[in-house]
Each structure stands twice: as structure tokens, then as C-alpha cells.
């Protein structure tokens, strides 16, 4: 199986170490067919990298690899692993591993100036043949110097032993603990200078601290920081800065928070998937309980949620939650979330985020909750929180994660916009939360004060919590202050008073408009019945008239017709001659 890559340049093949975050800060791997010298002092982790590149090489890129111990013996050194969760035993039986003790007694070396490493070489050689091996590591050389006196010699011999190395194409690695003006105690780094890694552990304020850094690294672009590792159960986690050209992707899409109304101000619709949000303020203000509906919400929806606590025990959270109708335990059971309880001092900030990384890349959750960030300074160097987070930040919007953050201030006045971590640019969206204190009671506030990308209310809201959860209300604006609380509800019954006022008044206005229109359609009635009262009149005196008219034209027909009047009505009649 084919394991090695190339550079980014194209020019020097690289051997993969399997170690989480070393591949990105040496830029694929250590440099395939060279030595690499792993030095440092006592205790901060030689051993255990040779060996996980080592089982690394065996059971994930198909290379067999050679262990020769100088102090340690197989069976120390197998059980000391065993904790990583490497059974060297199994890949021995295998033939995928070979671990060789060679012990060196001063007083039986007899001092002649023909001394060599032959035996050695021979040792090697027949080890690395029998199983095919293409990986070696040496651990520790500096041994072979306390055994044998004649410094001159063995550096002369392991300047040989190197070349052979190269010459039969291993990637090895040669472990050195570290020297007090030089790399190592006997200058190793003259012979092996390809590559050279550094590991340091470190004590500030009684916290240990284990750090990594390439010193050097022949043909090959590298990470020339200092970065934090942590060895844990299942081996070592390297923590580089993965994302400083900030070519992540983003999502348009949007997650709601669980909180109908805060959803409202943040245009409606949440926040994006895979944004940074900080909750902010100071103490009792109800960030946790923010974050925890956040998390229950994501539960909700099937998502798996990663909550990071460090002031409460999960046992602690589950049931102060439940006081305001917030019941995480079913998700706990369910596995749809995992809470990490740990107070800051159990080990350094940045080892704090390397377990951090391990538990995100073990739970694959799509919501990470810290619960807060500001404990993990605890007032000793807060400049060293900012770049931390930092990389927590771009690691998880690498992976499109959402996250969301909790942060204490100090006061509760104006300043606290100014975040004490001087985190807040680095996050997408921003909300305040603020306790006001008026007549006589302390309220709480919210608003949002910046979330990227998106319309979002600018006004304050009153963050009430409950046995039946979180609601957000409408504050008043008084005179001179804003009214929360009691002098919110006050507000409220004076408004609905006066409404009520107001309706009695406009049904007032109605009942009299609809009366005086009861009366004018009232004598609208009359006025048109005496209209009609007249008309008939009128109408009876134009048909007396006409019958008057009628009866008498009748009549003077009549007294016509009987004297004998012509039709022109002369009255005479006309008699013959």
C-alpha cells in the first residue's frame, strides 16, 4: 500500500504519522525515507509519538514498522502503551511490529579502539527484513552515550548508522531528550537535521502544559508555532491553527434557538448554521439557561449537541434546568447529548481545547454549547483566551458547526459591552444580557447587539424565566427609566385601564350617535307621514275637483240634450221653412 504524498510544492515525499493535527502542521507528514529527531525533556511525550507513528504506520497505512528501545524493556513498554489503547502484543503476533530491547552494560564493554555500531546495524537490518518494515524508531540514543565512553566514536558511527537509514529508505525516528545549551545532550541534531520536532512540558501555576513545535524541516513549508498536544486514551491530539486563511465554507441556511420571540429579533428566522454566537453578561442573568434551550431545541430537531460546562456537574445542570421547564436528561439518555463537566484547573487552557477537539471529532455533534468561556482564564492570563478560542472557532466552522457561547461580565453598566476576553469580534452574533435594578427589584434585559448577515430588532426585550420556560417580553419606556417587572406589569394595567376607559367612552360616543340617529330617523318618519297626510290631501281635493267638474259637465249635457241643442251647443234649435 502506497502511503507517501508530496508537499505542497510537489518536491518531498511525506510519510503520513496518523497523529491528529501533526500531518497539518508538518504539511502531510514526517519526510519519507529521512530521520526525524523527536527530542525534548523527561515526560513530555518522545515515546509515546514514536510509537503511535509507529502503530499508525502498521494499521493504517499498511507499514511494518521497527521499535528499538535503548532503556525501556518490551514488556514495560507494552503495558505502559497499553493506555493508548495500542496492543503491541497483537501487532507483534502480526508481524506488523517489532519491539527489540538492546541493553548496554558499561562494564561489559570492553574499551578498544576498533568499537563500532556493527552489531547493531546487523540487529536492525535482520529485524526490519523479517517483517518488511518501512518505519523505525530509535528511542532513546542518548543511552548508547552513557553506555559507551568514547563520545568520538559513537558520533562517528551514528552518522553511520543514519546513512543507512536513508540508504534502505526508512522514515525513522530518533528520540533525544533535550540538552541544556543544544537540542540534546550530545548533539544529535547535527546528524539528524531533516527534521526536527520539539516537545516541551511545561508548569505555570501549577498546570502542566505539553507544547509541539517543528524546529526545522528540510524542502518542506511547516507550522513554525508553538501548539498545544494532549495525550489521552486514544493517543496524542495536536492542536494546530487550521483555518488562518479563513476559507471556510458557510451556510445560508438558518436554526432556530428555542426561543419564539428571540428567533423574531433575530430576523425571524435564528441564527446561520454553523455561525459563533456569545451570550454575554453578568452574573444570574440566565446565560446558561439560554445555551441549555438552544441545546434542548437542537435535541429536538434530532441533532446531537456537545455541552461544555465548567462551573456545574451535569447532574447539577440537568436539574437546575428542569426548574424552568427544561428537561435534558432524555436527550442524555437518548445520546443525543453529551455534557463534559470539568473544572479549569484540572489542566491548562490549551489542554482544555485539545479535549475539546477529541470529543468533537469522537461525537460529530452539529451544536457545541461552552458554558462559559470566561472560566477558563480563571483571571490568570485572559490575553492567552483570545487566539485559544481562536482556534476552536475556525475548527469548528471548518466542520459547520454551530456554537454557541457563554461569557461573564463585570458591572452591569455600559462597559459591559466590551467583553472582558475581547472575543466578542470573532463571534457571528452578539446578545447582551443586563440585570436592571428598579424600585426595589432586579429584572433582567436582553437585546441583540450585532449578529452578521442579517436584519435583526434593535429593540431591548425582558428576559423572563419561569417553571414554563423562557419568554421574552416588551419593555416600557418610562421618564427615565425602563420599566421591568412590577413596574412593567404597574405599566400594563394602567394601559389596560385606560383602554378599557377608552372603549366605555367610545361606546358612550356610539350609544348617543346611534340615538340621536334613532331620533332623526324618528322624525324623518313623522315628517314623511305628514308628507303623505298631504299628498293625500292634496290628492282627495284634485279628484273632488275633477268630480265637481265632471258632474257638472254632465249636467249641462244633460239639460242640453233635453231642450233639444244642436252638437255645437248654440241652444236653439233649427225648424224647417
Same mark, same amino acid.
Given at each position: 500500500?502506497?502511503?507517501?504524498?508530496?508537499?505542497?510544492?510537489?518536491?518531498?515525499?511525506?510519510?503520513?504519522?496518523?497523529?491528529?493535527?501533526?500531518?497539518?502542521?508538518?504539511?502531510?507528514?514526517?519526510?519519507?525515507?529521512?530521520?526525524?529527531?523527536?527530542?525534548?525533556?523527561?515526560?513530555?511525550?518522545?515515546?509515546?509519538?514514536?510509537?503511535?507513528?509507529?502503530?499508525?504506520?502498521?494499521?493504517?497505512?499498511?507499514?511494518?514498522?521497527?521499535?528499538?528501545?535503548?532503556?525501556?524493556?518490551?514488556?514495560?513498554?507494552?503495558?505502559?502503551?497499553?493506555?493508548?489503547?495500542?496492543?503491541?502484543?497483537?501487532?507483534?503476533?502480526?508481524?506488523?511490529?517489532?519491539?527489540?530491547?538492546?541493553?548496554?552494560?558499561?562494564?561489559?564493554?570492553?574499551?578498544?579502539?576498533?568499537?563500532?555500531?556493527?552489531?547493531?546495524?546487523?540487529?536492525?537490518?535482520?529485524?526490519?527484513?523479517?517483517?518488511?518494515?518501512?518505519?523505525?524508531?530509535?528511542?532513546?540514543?542518548?543511552?548508547?552515550?552513557?553506555?559507551?565512553?568514547?563520545?568520538?566514536?559513537?558520533?562517528?558511527?551514528?552518522?553511520?548508522?543514519?546513512?543507512?537509514?536513508?540508504?534502505?529508505?526508512?522514515?525513522?525516528?530518533?528520540?533525544?531528550?533535550?540538552?541544556?545549551?543544544?537540542?540534546?545532550?550530545?548533539?544529535?541534531?547535527?546528524?539528524?537535521?531533516?527534521?526536527?520536532?520539539?516537545?516541551?512540558?511545561?508548569?505555570?501555576?501549577?498546570?502542566?502544559?505539553?507544547?509541539?513545535?517543528?524546529?526545522?524541516?528540510?524542502?518542506?513549508?511547516?507550522?513554525?508555532?508553538?501548539?498545544?498536544?494532549?495525550?489521552?486514551?486514544?493517543?496524542?491530539? @495536536?492542536? #494546530? =491553527?487550521?483555518? *488562518?486563511? +479563513? !476559507?471556510?465554507?458557510? $451556510? %445560508?441556511?438558518?436554526?432556530?434557538?428555542?426561543?419564539?420571540?428571540?428567533?423574531?429579533?433575530?430576523?425571524?428566522?435564528?441564527?446561520?448554521?454553523?455561525?459563533?454566537?456569545?451570550?454575554?453578561?453578568?452574573?444570574?442573568?440566565?446565560?446558561?439557561?439560554?445555551?441549555?434551550?438552544?441545546?434542548?431545541?437542537?435535541?429536538?430537531?434530532?441533532?446531537?449537541?456537545?455541552?461544555?460546562?465548567?462551573?456545574?456537574?451535569?447532574?447539577?445542570?440537568?436539574?437546575?434546568?428542569?426548574?424552568?421547564?427544561?428537561?435534558?436528561?432524555?436527550?442524555?439518555?437518548?445520546?443525543?447529548?453529551?455534557?463534559?463537566?470539568?473544572?479549569?484547573?484540572?489542566?491548562?487552557?490549551?489542554?482544555?481545547?485539545?479535549?475539546?477537539?477529541?470529543?468533537?471529532?469522537?461525537?460529530?455533534?452539529?451544536?457545541?454549547? @461552552?458554558? #462559559? =468561556?470566561?472560566? *477558563?482564564? +480563571? !483571571?490568570?492570563?485572559? $490575553? %492567552?483566551?483570545?487566539?485559544?478560542?481562536?482556534?476552536?472557532?475556525?475548527?469548528?466552522?471548518?466542520?459547520?458547526?454551530?456554537?454557541?457561547?457563554?461569557?461573564?461580565?463585570?458591572?452591569?453598566?455600559?462597559?459591559?459591552?466590551?467583553?472582558?476576553?475581547?472575543?466578542?469580534?470573532?463571534?457571528?452574533?452578539?446578545?447582551?444580557?443586563?440585570?436592571?435594578?428598579?424600585?426595589?427589584?432586579?429584572?433582567?434585559?436582553?437585546?441583540?447587539?450585532?449578529?452578521?448577515?442579517?436584519?435583526?430588532?434593535?429593540?431591548?426585550?425582558?428576559?423572563?424565566?419561569?417553571?414554563?420556560?423562557?419568554?421574552?417580553?416588551?419593555?416600557?419606556?418610562?421618564?427615565?427609566?425602563?420599566?421591568?417587572?412590577?413596574?412593567?406589569?404597574?405599566?400594563?394595567?394602567?394601559?389596560?385601564?385606560?383602554?378599557?376607559?377608552?372603549?366605555?367612552?367610545?361606546?358612550?360616543? +356610539?350609544?348617543?350617535?346611534? $340615538?340621536?340617529?334613532?331620533?332623526?330617523?324618528?322624525?324623518?318618519?313623522?315628517?314623511?307621514?305628514?308628507?303623505?297626510?298631504?299628498?293625500?290631501?292634496?290628492?282627495?281635493?284634485?279628484?273632488?275637483?275633477?268630480?265637481?267638474?265632471?258632474?257638472?259637465?254632465?249636467?249641462?249635457?244633460?239639460?242640453?240634450?233635453?231642450?233639444?241643442?244642436?252638437?255645437?251647443?248654440?241652444?236653439?234649435?233649427?225648424?224647417?221653412?
Amino acid at each position: 500500500m502506497k502511503t507517501n504524498t508530496l508537499s505542497r510544492g510537489g518536491n518531498l515525499p511525506k510519510c503520513p504519522t496518523g497523529i491528529v493535527g501533526l500531518d497539518e502542521i508538518t504539511d502531510g507528514g514526517l519526510p519519507a525515507g529521512r530521520p526525524t529527531l523527536v527530542c525534548g525533556s523527561a515526560g513530555s511525550g518522545k515515546t509515546m509519538l514514536a510509537m503511535e507513528f509507529l502503530v499508525r504506520g502498521a494499521t493504517q497505512y499498511g507499514e511494518p514498522g521497527v521499535f528499538m528501545m535503548f532503556e525501556e524493556n518490551v514488556a514495560e513498554l507494552t503495558a505502559n502503551v497499553r493506555s493508548l489503547g495500542f496492543d503491541l502484543e497483537r501487532l507483534a503476533a502480526q508481524k506488523k511490529l517489532i519491539l527489540d530491547h538492546v541493553h548496554i552494560e558499561r562494564s561489559e564493554i570492553e574499551e578498544t579502539g576498533e568499537y563500532d555500531l556493527e552489531g547493531l546495524f546487523i540487529r536492525l537490518g535482520h529485524a526490519v527484513k523479517s517483517i518488511g518494515a518501512k518505519r523505525v524508531v530509535l528511542d532513546t540514543v542518548e543511552a548508547l552515550f552513557s553506555g559507551l565512553p568514547n563520545h568520538a566514536i559513537l558520533r562517528a558511527e551514528l552518522r553511520r548508522l543514519f546513512r543507512w537509514l536513508k540508504d534502505h529508505g526508512l522514515t525513522a525516528v530518533i528520540t533525544g531528550e533535550r540538552g541544556d545549551q543544544s537540542l540534546t545532550r550530545y548533539g544529535l541534531e547535527e546528524y539528524v537535521a531533516d527534521c526536527v520536532i520539539i516537545l516541551d512540558q511545561r508548569i505555570h501555576e501549577q498546570i502542566s502544559t505539553r507544547r509541539l513545535r517543528v524546529l526545522k524541516y528540510r524542502g518542506s513549508a511547516h507550522g513554525t508555532n508553538e501548539y498545544p498536544f494532549a495525550i489521552g486514551e486514544h493517543g496524542l491530539s @495536536v492542536l #494546530p =491553527i487550521t483555518s *488562518l486563511r +479563513l !476559507d471556510h465554507e458557510v $451556510s %445560508a441556511k438558518r436554526i432556530p434557538t428555542g426561543i419564539a420571540r428571540l428567533d423574531e429579533m433575530l430576523g425571524g428566522q435564528g441564527v446561520f448554521r454553523g455561525s459563533s454566537v456569545l451570550v454575554s453578561g453578568s452574573s444570574g442573568t440566565g446565560k446558561s439557561s439560554i445555551g441549555a434551550r438552544f441545546a434542548d431545541a437542537a435535541c429536538r430537531r434530532g441533532e446531537r449537541v456537545l455541552l461544555f460546562a465548567y462551573e456545574e456537574s451535569s447532574a447539577q445542570i440537568i436539574r437546575n434546568m428542569g426548574s424552568i421547564g427544561i428537561d435534558l436528561g432524555p436527550w442524555v439518555k437518548k445520546g443525543l447529548l453529551q455534557i463534559h463537566s470539568s473544572r479549569p484547573t484540572l489542566q491548562g487552557l490549551e489542554q482544555h481545547l485539545v479535549m475539546m477537539h477529541d470529543a468533537v471529532r469522537s461525537f460529530q455533534p452539529s451544536i457545541v454549547v @461552552v458554558d #462559559p =468561556i470566561g472560566n *477558563l482564564s +480563571l !483571571d490568570r492570563d485572559t $490575553s %492567552a483566551v483570545k487566539p485559544t478560542l481562536m482556534r476552536l472557532i475556525d475548527f469548528l466552522k471548518q466542520q459547520q458547526i454551530t456554537t454557541l457561547f457563554t461569557n461573564l461580565t463585570s458591572g452591569g453598566g455600559e462597559t459591559t459591552e466590551n467583553s472582558q476576553l475581547g472575543v466578542s469580534s470573532l463571534m457571528d452574533t452578539w446578545l447582551l444580557l443586563r440585570n436592571v435594578e428598579f424600585n426595589g427589584e432586579r429584572n433582567r434585559t436582553i437585546y441583540v447587539l450585532k449578529s452578521r448577515g442579517m436584519a435583526h430588532s434593535n429593540q431591548v426585550r425582558e428576559f423572563v424565566l419561569s417553571d414554563k420556560g423562557i419568554e421574552l417580553v416588551d419593555v416600557y419606556l418610562g421618564a427615565e427609566h425602563v420599566l421591568t417587572g412590577t413596574a412593567r406589569v404597574a405599566q400594563e394595567e394602567l394601559e389596560r385601564a385606560a383602554a378599557a376607559l377608552r372603549e366605555e367612552d367610545h361606546q358612550r360616543k +356610539l350609544s348617543r350617535l346611534a $340615538s340621536r340617529q334613532k331620533a332623526i330617523e324618528a322624525q324623518i318618519a313623522a315628517l314623511r307621514c305628514e308628507a303623505e297626510v298631504e299628498s293625500a290631501e292634496v290628492a282627495f281635493s284634485l279628484a273632488r275637483e275633477m268630480l265637481h267638474q265632471r258632474t257638472a259637465q254632465q249636467s249641462t249635457d244633460v239639460m242640453a240634450h233635453l231642450r233639444g241643442a244642436d252638437k255645437t251647443g248654440s241652444g236653439r234649435k233649427q225648424g224647417k221653412r
